[in-house]
C-alpha cells in the first residue's frame, strides 16, 4: 500500500474500533454519587450550575436531593467554625439552586401522577397482600340481606301458627300484629334506603337507613320478648266421675261442659331467631360504621 494510503487508512480502522468500543460498553447507571460528584466539582471551581447535567439526569427528586446534600456538606466539611461552615453551605446551595429546583419539580411531578393513578383506579372492592377487602358499606348490605332472608321465614311461620289458631276457634297469643308488621316494615324500608345509599353516594341515605334499624331492633326486641310463653294460669277442672251403678264414662249431674280449646302456639326455631339476631346486629354495626366513613370521607 503507497505510503500516502497508509496513514488515512490507520485512521480510519482506529475511528471504526473505538466507536465500536464505545457502543460495546455498557451505559453506567447515573446514581446520586455521580450528580454529587459534578456538583463538587463545580462548587470547588466557584461555579453555578445553570442546567442539568449528564450524570444527574434521570435521578428522581430523592436522587438530587440527596446529590445536594453530599455536595453541601463536602463543601463546608473542611471548616471547623460554626460560622463559617454556615456561610459555605449557604453559598454552596446558592449555586446549586438549579439542582434544588430540579428535585422539587420531579417531587412535584411525581405526586402529581400518583395522584392521577389514584383517580384513575377503579371504584369497588380493594384486593391487597391479605386478599379482598370488601368496604363496610357493601357488607353491611350482604349482612341487611341475610338478616331479611331469615326473618322472612320467621315471619312465614308467624303466619301459618296465626293462621291455624284463627282457624281453631281460638284467640291467638303472642306478640300484637302491630308490633311485628312494624319491625318487618322498618327492617324493609331501611334495606331499600340502603340500597339507594349505595347507588347514589348520598350521605343523608346512609343515615336515614342506620337510624330505621334502631326502632326496628327495639321493635325485634320486643317481640322476642312478647313472644316467650309464660306459665298457664288457667284453672284445671276436675277428671270426670262416674256415678255409682252407672255405667262408665257417665259424667255427674253438675258436671260442667269442657271450655273451648286452647289456641295452638308454634314453636319458632332458636337457631334461625338467634341467626337473624346476629345478622341484625351485625348489619347495624356495618351500616353505622359506613355511614360515619362516608360522613368522614
Known sequence: ?????????????????????????????????GCAAFAISALGRHSAITRLPAPC????????????TIAVAARAARQHDKAR???????????????IA????AASVAA??????????PA????????????????????WLLAAGSGGELFRRWLVHRRRGTRGGARPGGPPPAVILGHAGLAVAGLVTWACYLATGLEALAW????????AAGLGMATLVLAIPGPDRSPRRPAPQALPGGPAGRRGPGRAAPGPAAAPRGRMPALLIAAHGILATLAMLLALLAAIAARAG
Open 124 to 143: 369497588g372492592p380493594a384486593a391487597g397482600p391479605g386478599g379482598l377487602h370488601v368496604p363496610a358499606s357493601w357488607a353491611a348490605l350482604a349482612a
Open 102 to 105: 430540579a428535585a422539587a419539580r
Open 208 to 215: 336515614a337507613a342506620a337510624g330505621a334499624l334502631l326502632p
Open 112 to 121: 402529581r401522577r400518583a395522584a392521577q393513578a389514584r383517580r384513575a383506579a
Open 57 to 68: 439526569r434521570g435521578l428522581g427528586p430523592a436522587g438530587l436531593s440527596q446529590a445536594v
Open 85 to 99: 461552615r454556615r456561610h459555605l453551605a449557604a453559598e454552596a446551595r446558592a449555586r446549586l439552586a438549579f439542582l
Open 1 to 33: 500500500m503507497p505510503s500516502a494510503l497508509r496513514l488515512p487508512a490507520l485512521a480510519a480502522l482506529a475511528l471504526a474500533l473505538l466507536t465500536g468500543c464505545a457502543a460495546q460498553a455498557p451505559a453506567r447507571p447515573r446514581t446520586a454519587a
